[in-house]
C-alpha cells in the first residue's frame, strides 16, 4: 500500500500513466480514487498522481481543524518524497484551494494549475453550507449523507436525466454498504479548512498558466467566485459549462477531459 510519511501524517497515493507528472486534488468528502475516469483518460499523456487527502480514505484523518496551507504542505511532501521537480496540478473544489496553496508556498513547484470550481475566500452563504454539512454527517444515514451531497452538487438537468438519476441512486444505495466511511472529525476538518480559506489578497503571486472552470447553475460554489479568482490571478482563463452545476466534470465529462487534456498539453 503506497503510503508516505509527510507534514506529519500518511498520505495514501497512487500513480498510473507515464509523461510529465499531473498531481490531482479531489475536494471534500471524496478520495483519490474519485479522479478514476479522468485519469483513466489523462494517463494517456501523463503520469497521474492521486492521493487521498488528510482525513479521508486510506490516509491519516487526525483531529482538526485543518488548513488549506497545512493540506498544500502534505502535498509538496508527497511531491519530494517522489523526487518531482515541477508538476501541472488540477484541483476540485476543496482540492483547488490546496492547489491554490501549493502555488503560492511551493511556487517553484508549479507548472500550471486547473482550478475546478474554486473560491478564493467563502461568504457568509458558504460558510453556513459547510457548517450544514457537518450538521448532516453527524445526523444522517451514510444514504441521506450521499443524498445531501449530490443535491448540492448535480444541476437540475442531471436529475432529469433518467440515466444520470439512476447512477446517483446506485451511488447512494453503494455508500449504504462501503466500508470505509469518513470520520465526523475527519470532514469536520476539511469543512473548517474550507470556511478558513481566505487568499484574495495574494492570488497576484500565482503567475503560473492558471485555468478555471465553473458551472453556470452550481449552487454550491457559485459563478461569482471562479470570476473573483479568473479577475485576481494574472494569466488566468476562465471557461464556464451552461446548464451544469459543481459536479460539470460529470455532467460534461467527454468535453471535460478532453478540454482539460489539450489545455494541459499547452501549459
Known amino acids: ?16 500513466g507515464s509523461g510529465d507528472p499531473l498531481l490531482l486534488i479531489m475536494g471534500i468528502t471524496a ?6 475516469k479522468h485519469a483513466a483518460y489523462w494517463a494517456k499523456d501523463f503520469r497521474c498522481i492521486t492521493a487521498d487527502n488528510r482525513g479521508v480514505g486510506l490516509s491519516d484523518k487526525p483531529a482538526g481543524p485543518y488548513t488549506t ?3 498544500a504542505d502534505d502535498y509538496a511532501g508527497l511531491l519530494d518524497t517522489l523526487q518531482i521537480g515541477k508538476v501541472r496540478v488540477v484541483g476540485c473544489s476543496m482540492g483547488s484551494t490546496i492547489a491554490q496553496q501549493l502555488a503560492i508556498r511551493h511556487p517553484e513547484k508549479i507548472n500550471s494549475l486547473v482550478l475546478m470550481c474554486p473560491w478564493a475566500r467563502c461568504d457568509n452563504t458558504a460558510k453556513a453550507i459547510f457548517h450544514h454539512m457537518i450538521n448532516c454527517k453527524a445526523r444522517f444515514t451514510a444514504e441521506e449523507f450521499s443524498l445531501f451531497i449530490q443535491l448540492l452538487i448535480y444541476s437540475k438537468s442531471s436529475w432529469d436525466d433518467d440515466k444520470m438519476f439512476f447512477e446517483m441512486e446506485e451511488v447512494r444505495k453503494q ?13 469536520t476538518g476539511q469543512a473548517m479548512a474550507c470556511v478558513s480559506h481566505n487568499v484574495l489578497d495574494k492570488l497576484h503571486q500565482i503567475r503560473q498558466p492558471v485555468l478555471i472552470l465553473g458551472g453556470k447553475e452550481d449552487r454550491f460554489t457559485p459563478l461569482w467566485m471562479a470570476e473573483e479568482l479568473a479577475g485576481s490571478i494574472p494569466n488566468a482563463e476562465l471557461h464556464i459549462y451552461e446548464g451544469c452545476g459543481h459536479a460539470f466534470h460529470w455532467e460534461k465529462i467527454e468535453d471535460f477531459n478532453l478540454r482539460v487534456r489539450n489545455w494541459l498539453i499547452n501549459h
Open 69 to 71: 496551507e497545512q493540506m
Open 31 to 36: 478520495s483519490g480514487s474519485v479522479w478514476e
Open 1 to 16: 500500500m503506497p503510503l508516505v510519511r509527510t507534514n506529519g501524517i500518511d498520505l495514501y497515493y497512487e500513480e498510473r
Open 175 to 187: 455508500s449504504a454498504t462501503a466500508l470505509e466511511h469518513q470520520p465526523l472529525h475527519g470532514l
